[in-house]
């Protein structure tokens, strides 16, 4: 008798709280005002469980993401770098264009490859030689003004030995008394020697190449005289020279047929 009753001891307990629940409102109510905050803790412990499985689950696709943005980013970069040089290359174009001899057909257009700066040597290295049409002692200007001659012309490249290298010497002409002196360059910069002392040199006076031979066409700009050197007992006069050319950054040059 005792196990029959333990049998069904918690069928009529549950469904006397069944009756209670759902017939008498007061019992309801009050239970449901009592379980209530249980059941809306229990809704947001699940949502938080199931919110962050969500963002387990989204990991991978939120490495990816990011590692698209990531490149996509790069790839802007690596633009931005290319257009920048695009343009710093069309702006040494259009200055050197503007600026060389009317002739732009008697012009071959180089790039400067590589550059020796020793007080010793001064040189270029371009990325023409003889097969473009560039020939050993022939004439190189950057933006218009004779920068110095080829020494050397290999089939693709050349060697430029620049005017300021002090094995350089340059026969030149001071524009306004067409008096003729020898360019040099060295430590000290670009020096004119050998001038006669009966001749008046102007400080802004320009200097241009002088006629050598078929090699270098005469009437080249070099510069202007910035200083004159020589005293009142010196045999010759001298004077330093300067040229608006910045050989260390020389990227464009143009050899004179």
């Given at each position: 008798?005792?196990?029959?009753?333990?049998k069904?001891?918690?069928?009529?307990?549950?469904?006397?709280?069944?009756?209670?629940?759902?017939?008498?409102?007061?019992?309801r109510?009050?239970?449901?005002?009592?379980?209530?905050?249980?059941?809306?803790?229990?809704?947001?412990?699940?949502?938080s469980?199931?919110?962050?499985?969500?963002l387990?689950?989204?990991?991978?696709?939120?490495?990816?993401?990011?590692?698209?943005?990531?490149?996509?980013?790069?790839?802007?970069?690596?633009?931005?770098?290319k257009?920048?040089?695009?343009?710093?290359?069309?702006e040494?174009?259009?200055?050197?264009?503007?600026?060389?001899?009317a002739q732009?057909?008697?012009?071959?257009?180089?790039?400067?490859?590589?550059?020796?700066?020793?007080?010793?040597?001064?040189q270029?290295?371009?990325?023409?030689?003889?097969?473009d049409?560039f020939?050993t002692g022939?004439?190189?200007?950057?933006?218009?003004?004779?920068?110095g001659?080829?020494?050397?012309?290999l089939?693709?490249?050349?060697?430029?030995?620049l005017?300021?290298?002090?094995?350089?010497?340059?026969?030149v002409?001071?524009?306004?008394?067409?008096?003729v002196?020898?360019?040099?360059?060295?430590?000290?910069?670009?020096?004119i020697?050998e001038i006669p002392?009966?001749?008046?040199?102007?400080?802004?006076?320009?200097?241009?190449t002088?006629?050598l031979g078929?090699?270098?066409?005469?009437?080249?700009?070099v510069?202007t005289?910035?200083?004159?050197?020589?005293?009142?007992s010196?045999?010759f006069?001298?004077?330093?020279?300067?040229?608006?050319i910045?050989f260390?950054r020389?990227?464009?040059?143009?050899?004179?047929?």
């Amino acid at each position: 008798m005792y196990n029959t009753w333990r049998k069904v001891q918690r069928p009529l307990i549950g469904l006397l709280f069944a009756i209670l629940v759902l017939f008498i409102p007061p019992v309801r109510n009050r239970i449901i005002v009592t379980l209530s905050p249980l059941v809306v803790t229990t809704r947001h412990v699940g949502e938080s469980v199931f919110d962050f499985a969500q963002l387990i689950a989204s990991i991978p696709t939120l490495s990816s993401e990011n590692g698209s943005l990531r490149s996509h980013i790069n790839e802007l970069q690596a633009l931005e770098v290319k257009q920048k040089e695009l343009a710093h290359e069309n702006e040494l174009l259009r200055k050197e264009l503007n600026l060389s001899p009317a002739q732009s057909d008697t012009l071959i257009a180089a790039q400067v490859i590589s550059r020796a700066s020793s007080v010793s040597q001064q040189q270029i290295v371009i990325n023409k030689g003889t097969k473009d049409g560039f020939t050993t002692g022939m004439a190189v200007v950057a933006q218009g003004y004779f920068i110095g001659q080829v020494e050397e012309a290999l089939e693709s490249t050349s060697r430029i030995d620049l005017i300021t290298s002090v094995r350089s010497l340059v026969p030149v002409v001071l524009q306004t008394s067409r008096s003729v002196g020898l360019l040099k360059g060295g430590a000290e910069g670009l020096v004119i020697d050998e001038i006669p002392r009966d001749v008046t040199i102007d400080s802004g006076e320009a200097l241009v190449t002088a006629n050598l031979g078929n090699v270098v066409r005469g009437g080249l700009p070099v510069g202007t005289v910035s200083a004159v050197l020589s005293g009142k007992s010196d045999v010759f006069q001298s004077a330093r020279i300067h040229s608006p050319i910045d050989f260390s950054r020389l990227e464009v040059v143009f050899g004179v047929k």
